[in-house]
């Protein structure tokens, strides 16, 4: 379990391929891996991952197929890439964000950067079928960002992020242009209560 507040960028050193599983070692900034063995979980871009080793100053994951077809990590994991990392959430720990499980529901394109009158807008797409889980002042998580929702177009299957300075600062997302690709994972406290509250209405 992770809380959609990115604590730390890396950078990828290596990737490989071996019999359909990509190994992938990032190096993390100093002290973000303390304490950190094998067998932890850590939020890469928004994709959980199991630690799989830990080689000097990198963290090595094993990343299967099914995670790569169905997040960005298949196409973004080249050397010198940066990528958000979040180590999981400790019981105790501020929850300065929202629950989010590193299980990526679905990717979003960026299709416009809007930066007028000092703001800085992401507007995504999504297949529409998803847009039935984001509202305006919903929860998201963007390539492991925990973002409120500014604004809907559920019809084109569009939303818009307001970013902050501090946000654009210690992540990734203030490098996005048009056409990029973005992990989403939706509130799963949202997705329940709008799929059990069409379930009802459906009986009835």
Excluded at 32 to 42: K, N
Excluded at 52 to 74: H, K, Y
Excluded at 105 to 130: C, F, N, P, Q, Y
Aim: proline share 2%; hydrophobic share 45%.
């Amino acid at each position: 379990m992770f809380t959609g507040i990115v604590t730390a960028t890396g950078r990828v050193r290596s990737a490989s391929d071996t019999a359909g599983v990509q190994r992938i070692a990032i190096t993390p900034p100093d002290g973000f891996a303390a304490g950190i063995a094998a067998g932890a979980s850590v939020a890469v871009d928004g994709v959980c991952l199991t630690v799989s080793a830990v080689a000097g100053n990198a963290l090595e994951f094993d990343v299967v197929a099914e995670t790569l077809a169905r997040t960005t990590l298949g196409e973004r994991m080249t050397e010198g890439v940066t990528v958000n990392l979040e180590r999981s959430a400790r019981l105790g720990d501020e929850i300065g964000g929202h629950l989010v499980s590193g299980h990526v529901s679905t990717t979003g394109t960026v299709i416009a950067v809007e930066t007028a009158d000092g703001a800085h807008d992401l507007r995504l797409r999504v297949e529409r079928d998803w847009m039935a889980y984001i509202f305006v002042k919903g929860f998201v998580a963007l390539d492991g960002i925990s973002l409120t929702v500014g604004e809907t177009w559920p019809e084109a299957g569009e939303f818009r992020v307001h970013l902050i300075p501090e946000t654009l600062e210690r992540t990734t997302i203030g490098a996005c242009t048009p056409g990029d690709r973005l992990n989403v994972e939706i509130d799963a406290m949202t997705r329940a209560t709008v799929e059990t509250v069409t379930r009802i209405m459906e009986a009835q």
